[in-house]
């Protein structure tokens, strides 16, 4: 050990032992975060540069991101874990995502959470750059009645080229996500999280359509009064969110992986 | 009959006897049912949560509706029977869509009503949360002349998670619509009635339509006038509401059913 | 004669006399009608309702239309010959569109016109139904620029189920397009017309597309100017109309009729 | 060469000689300018009039362009070879472009740039009619950081049909984009640059969904605030533009070029 130390302090340059693997995980797992890719991109939430991830299941200390691939082609040879420091456990030469970050400080901050979607959704954008809070419209969008968190890079970096390519600007991020089930991201895009991979495909898709609702019922008010949910209303929606989550996931999928 | 009411009395916790079957329903109504779950899954109206039922031909007691399953999957296969206070005839350990009591309490309210659609289309999202009667802007749209009005489950029920998931919030619901064809429901989604299925397929297609171009007609009118249908215009399109419907129906069904 | 008369003038009820065929028409004509429904609704112009028609090729006083079918299912052997009273030469008990009298009346007030389309497009509706005139804010668009009026069937005919049911209501309509490119239908949809089946289907598309692109200049100009076509330019464009359009003829007509 | 100087003097109705070849195009560079061809075609980029180009890799004073076709029928087989005077070298009675000249202008103006879009995108209508600079909202649009120009023909030409028709039309344009990666084109559409296809692709696709982000953002913020980036922003992000890139192309290829 003290062998170890004296080397690491002598010769800085070496490689990092890379974190030691959690094991297989379930390849039910594996099956959907690779169908959650496919989904998320089918539905328009994932572009080329987007990414979704689920956290081990044999170890929370591990987390499941594809290598960086277009999420419409991740298949499951193209997964890998990393440690909560988004260090690879097996890179193989591989290129990695760089905004990997944002996943693993997640999971460090938040150890409810089990899944996490990162997202340039044009339907976001525009809540992110204006002062305009987005609220739930409807029930669908129930888990975002605590309110949604505007992260703005500058605060933490000042000026940058917007990624988060850091554990310090993923902490900085997850910072401000806190409690919540999403943060906007300003001038980027959001993240999402939720305590399983379909739930957080469903609120991927849903934070979308509430922003296109919201922005259309203001548009409509001309001023005037919206109704968005009642905070009890919320708390009781949220109380049974899973509710059809099954059957619509069932089907997401079913179109998603059958076209390749 | 003694025994049974003495049974009942000392044993509130037997199942209840499910509802008596009313027979085979006509094969082709449940083919146009599977066809409409396809074509309104097909057509943006319905998602993985939404759902529509029609009328058991042979006892107007009965209503068919899938099991709880994504519209775009259902098949013949998954066609449940339900009385009218929507006890399913024969459930074999099926799952059932937690708000079918919208169908149920629907038929029972109003004789003339074939088929019901509940959905959650983001079109019409906007008009339950805001004061902005939703009115026919063109001939699609006629059926809504009589007014669409919002079912506000707050008024009803106070705060709850917003699903209609018993008979007293159908009963609700349904006398809400009264007599109307469609009624939004706030901060969830709407429910289409129609004297039959390609009629209810049809309507909860224009209501997203006419709403979308309501909100536009808003916008460029800025203020200004909007010519909607006069009532009597209304009147007449009614009287020949099924002009065209055959052909749209043959056409939606083939595409729907080509794309399993 | 005579006798013929004289029948006629006793026997009302009797049939009258189809009219007489004009021959085949070229085969390419009728593959190009045939082409010009699927493109339409691929191109989300047509729906179920919508119809398009061409001037038979061997005498001005015939035209080409479909039975009463939607038109993303026309088949050559759809097509039927009518007069421009629009009588079917040979109706063989098939189904007619209602407002076959759209076409036939405009054939007959417009020799220049060899194509006709009826339309409910969604985008169209919103202009018929307030006071802001449509204008060609870019150069597709050009063939609008002398205008687009509105027909109000209310003008002509009182209260109606909007439908143009017969020769008068054509003849309305017709008169109102006078020597315009295209009319708006309040509260129904729109007709535009050309001298060729690619020109019809190009302007029909290309309505849809400026109708959408003033709307949403007048949001971003919020009351500033917009700059529209000057008259000189789409008199310019109109001169070369036809530019490029072989080749997106060719695209559009392999992409719908590939995909039955 | 005195000779055919006075022969050119004598006879100014003789053909110009073709300009020669630089001889075949890394087949590669072929494939991307086909796969880009279909990408902008199948991402509503480019309609059948819309077109891009790539610089000849062996010759910087020859480019690539499809004979006229649209875009998304172009096969290798369709690839001509220009010189910067836009001039076929070996036509062989293919029809060019009308507006090939906006390519060889700015290849000759800009020798950075290496791929050009000319776009009809409905997107960007509206930006060229209106006083509303088009600007950066977020991270996939810092490329507009420089400003946005808007090339009104008017100014160069007067009263024209609006196309780009020959080498002084083409100057001007490029004049206007100066150093610019795009400029709006009032009343017709759009010019965007790159140093590759891939990039070109991803700019033309991403200054349509900025053009919206920020449509909507204003619509949102009614007269309040928008962050638009912030040039030091746009600078870094402009700094690794390519970061991603290459994932995003194999996806758009794959997905275009499968789908013949």
Not at 7 to 17: D, G, K, S
Not at 65 to 94: C, F, H, K, W
Not at 138 to 163: K, N, W
Request: with cysteine; net charge neutral; glycine share 6%.
């Amino acid at each position: 050990m003290i062998a170890f130390l004296l080397l690491f302090a002598a010769a800085p340059a070496l490689a990092q032992t890379p974190p030691a693997s959690a094991g297989p995980a379930d390849p039910k797992l594996i099956e959907d975060l690779v169908a959650a890719n496919r989904i998320l991109a089918q539905q328009g939430v994932l572009d080329g540069w987007g990414h979704v991830s689920v956290r081990h299941d044999k170890d929370p200390n591990r987390f499941l991101l594809s290598r960086a691939l277009a999420p419409e082609l991740v298949t499951a040879d193209d997964i890998m874990e990393y440690d909560l420091d988004s260090n690879p456990v097996d890179q193989r030469g591989r290129n990695m995502y760089s905004e990997r970050f944002i996943h693993g400080e997640i999971y460090k901050a938040r150890p409810d959470v089990m899944a996490v979607v990162h997202t340039h959704a044009p339907a976001l954008i525009p809540f992110g750059v204006v002062n305009v809070p987005l609220k739930p419209v409807y029930h669908r969008a129930a888990f975002l009645a605590g309110g949604v968190p505007i992260f703005d890079i500058q605060q933490s970096a000042g000026m940058t080229d917007m990624l988060i390519r850091n554990n310090d600007l993923g902490a900085a991020l997850a910072k401000t996500l806190g409690k919540h089930d999403a943060a906007l991201m300003r001038g980027h895009g959001a993240v999402i999280v939720a305590p399983s991979l379909p739930m957080v495909v469903s609120r991927s898709i849903f934070i979308c359509l509430d922003a296109n609702a919201q922005a259309e019922a203001m548009q409509l008010a001309h001023g005037g009064t919206i109704k968005y949910l009642d905070p009890e209303e919320a708390r009781l929606i949220n109380a049974r969110e899973g509710y059809g989550l099954q059957r619509a996931w069932e089907a997401w999928k079913k179109k998603a992986m059958n076209r390749q």
